[in-house]
């Protein structure tokens, strides 16, 4: 395999860490503290094996949709949360995980629906 594939492979598993991140961030909320090391790959470990699938192109996903399901998710995690009044985390958590759980599957659901919004083009 030649050096710019394999810089690009790396990429995609770097970037997919780090967007995956971002909906998976939430859970710090929900975990014991103390356990820093085992958080840090609870919360690492999803991006990391999503990269490497889409990196080596086992997972029928495109890196632009591992982006936009993670900001998609982040930011329905925050508005949910944000409307389901998250200022008291330790007495609603069922309520607020379940909002993260629905906040991923808006990501999905919007991942799934992109490709196939297509706009028809004019017949010229």
């Known amino acids: 395999m030649d050096l710019p594939r394999r810089f690009e492979q790396v990429g995609i598993v770097v970037g997919s860490v780090l967007m995956v991140t971002f909906p998976f961030s939430f859970l710090w909320t929900f975990l014991p503290h103390g356990y820093g090391w085992l958080n840090g790959l609870l919360l690492y470990v999803p991006g990391f094996v999503v990269g490497v699938l889409v990196a080596l192109r086992k997972l029928p996903v495109s890196y632009g949709q ?46 799934w629906a992109k490709p196939r919004l297509r706009l028809r083009r004019s017949g010229a």
């Open 66 to 111: 591992v982006w936009l399901f993670s900001i998609v998710s982040w930011l329905a995690t925050y508005a949910l949360w944000w409307v389901l009044g998250a200022a008291d985390i330790t007495e609603n958590q069922p309520t607020l995980l379940g909002a993260w759980v629905v906040a991923l599957l808006v990501g999905a659901a919007v991942v």
